[in-house]
T-cell receptor
Framework: DTGVSQDPRHKITKRGQNVTFRCDPI?????LYWYRQTLGQGPEFLTYFQNEAQLEKSRLLSDRFSAERPKGSFSTLEIQRTEQGDSAMYLC???????????????FGPGTRLTVL | KQEVTQIPAALSVPEGENLVLNCSFTDSAIYNLQWFRQDPGKGLTSLLL?????REQTSGRLNASLDKSSGRSTLYIAASQPGDSATYLCAVPSLNGGYQKVTFGTGTKLQVIP
């Protein structure tokens, strides 16, 4: 399977613990995105990488959240000192660069469902 | 700030019926618009992408239209089947200071009754 993969698929943690999620994009895709989706809502943009550079961060991404893409391939999203309000589905997507700065089709992974008790 | 609205929030139809899902956006300066399907507890599957220069795209029983000037897109599903039951999301990317940002609607939850 050459699609976007995410690990783990489900994570249950206690409030105050740190969690880390991993996303492996489609191999030739330069752009990688993280989204958060709460129940009954559409995904909300969190952050965006082009290769290893983190080019934009939403104000939703508090200082407890950090994302990296150290070699321009896989990415990690870490949440420190988790709170119950962090419970959500965390989605990763990737896209190729067509040329210029035009957006392209985003391909989504299956998501990581986080439950904070 | 781009805002995307989807109406209705939920829809229940008998199998075989044709149906239309609506998506509206506030900023008409878009590059494209994408429709996704999401099954419960799962990620998103891309259905159709319409470039800003296009008026519609078709894939099988699905047809998506785009009217940039009015800020609207519709997803038409012909001859609905129980397997079409899912949440349908529209998404609009925009450039924000030169970098991409995608705004999603809240989705329409479709149930097709056998």
């Amino acid at each position: 399977d050459t699609g976007v993969s995410q690990d783990p698929r489900h994570k249950i943690t206690k409030r105050g613990q740190n969690v880390t999620f991993r996303c492996d994009p489609i191999s030739e895709h330069n752009r990688l995105y993280w989204y958060r989706q709460t129940l009954g809502q559409g995904p909300e943009f969190l952050t965006y990488f082009q290769n290893e550079a983190q080019l934009e961060k939403s104000r939703l991404l508090s200082d407890r959240f950090s994302a990296e893409r150290p070699k321009g391939s896989f990415s990690t999203l870490e949440i420190q000192r988790t709170e119950q309000g962090d419970s959500a589905m965390y989605l990763c997507a990737s896209s190729p660069i067509k040329g210029g700065r035009e957006p392209d089709t985003q391909y989504f992974g299956p998501g990581t469902r986080l439950t904070v008790l | 700030k781009q805002e995307v609205t989807q109406i209705p929030a939920a829809l229940s139809v008998p199998e075989g019926e044709n149906l239309v899902l609506n998506c509206s956006f506030t900023d008409s300066a878009i590059y494209n618009l994408q429709w996704f399907r999401q099954d419960p507890g799962k990620g998103l599957t891309s259905l159709l992408l319409i470039q800003s220069s296009q008026r519609e795209q078709t894939s099988g029983r699905l047809n998506a239209s785009l009217d940039k000037s009015s800020g609207r897109s519709t997803l038409y599903i012909a001859a609905s089947q129980p397997g079409d039951s899912a949440t349908y999301l529209c998404a609009v990317p925009s450039l924000n200071g030169g970098y991409q940002k995608v705004t999603f609607g809240t989705g329409t939850k479709l149930q097709v009754i056998p």
